[in-house]
């Protein structure tokens, strides 16, 4: 079955930190390189960033130092740290494989993350 459970979001202020975790079924992980993506009201859904299975990363440059990505393979689980949030980081946050694609793959339900000033 294929199942992807994102949670963890919320609301806080500019400045604080929330961690999301992303339970995704093995059809969907194993192997694969996984990401994190979000999106922003009124926008596109964009990536945010993804991890290798063997641990290698990558950030947009608008979270890099700020977000950290990292996965469980034991736990098929995906988290993203997010330190110093901003008003501009509030979206709805998916995870995903790279690569997967609106209205022809699985996407979750994602959490929603809102940072006020």
């Known amino acids: 079955q294929v199942q992807l459970v994102e949670s963890g979001g919320g609301l806080v202020q500019e400045g604080g930190s929330l961690r999301l975790s992303c339970a995704a079924s093995g059809s969907i992980f194993s192997s694969n390189t996984m990401a994190w993506y979000r999106q922003l009201p009124g926008k596109q859904r964009e990536l945010v960033a993804f991890?290798?299975?063997?641990?290698?990363?990558n950030y947009r440059d608008s979270v890099k130092g700020r977000f950290t990505i990292s996965r469980d393979n034991a736990k098929t689980t995906v988290y993203l740290q997010m330190n110093s949030l901003k008003p501009e980081d509030t979206a709805v946050y998916y995870c995903?494989?790279?690569?997967?694609?609106?209205?022809?793959?699985?996407w979750g339900q994602g959490t929603q993350v809102t940072a006020s000033s």
């Open positions: 991890i290798t299975s063997r641990g290698g990363t």
């Open positions: 995903n494989r790279l690569g997967a694609r609106e209205g022809y793959d699985y």
